[in-house]
């Protein structure tokens, strides 16, 4: 069990750091309320915590790995939660994967008509779909 939680722990960093590396735009910091539009900047990474992050327009991907934030995504390609308590909603999206804990992920429709391809792995994270 301990290996298994060291793994995943190794696995969470890695792709922290990759995701903030490779974003257009970062959030970072602790208790920002900010709204962004994606259309400039399509690739959003949030690594703060306890802040307030509106996404318009379509992002490519966003990499939330922070914690207690509230992130609404209008669109987006790919959501990638592997941070904790979390409370995000996405209106529309093709992929969701959520590999932290505590996390809370509502979505409303997937792009192009079709169901979005949901992951899941981690402690007490929950995906459901709102109208």
């Known amino acids: 069990m ?3 939680a ?3 722990s190794s696995i969470f960093a890695l792709t922290a750091a990759a ?4 974003a257009d735009v970062s959030f970072s910091d602790a208790s920002q309320d900010v709204t ?5 900047d399509p690739v959003v990474s949030v690594s ?3 802040s307030t992050i509106t996404l318009t327009g379509a992002c490519a991907k966003v990499s939330i790995m922070g914690s207690s934030n509230k992130v609404s995504v209008d669109s987006s390609d790919k959501v ?3 941070g904790s308590t979390n409370e995000i909603h996405v209106v529309a999206a093709n992929k969701i994967a959520v590999t ?3 996390n809370q992920v509502t979505w409303t429709r997937g792009l192009k008509g079709k169901k979005p391809k949901i992951s899941t792995l981690g402690v007490g994270n929950k995906v459901r779909k709102v109208k």
Do not use: E, I, Q, Y
């Open 19 to 22: 995701a903030v590396a490779r």
């Open 48 to 50: 703060g915590s306890s």
């Open 6 to 8: 060291f793994v995943l």
């Open 36 to 40: 962004h539009d994606c259309g400039a």
């Open 100 to 102: 932290g804990s505590g």
């Open 80 to 82: 990638a939660v592997t």
């Open 2 to 4: 301990k290996n298994l």
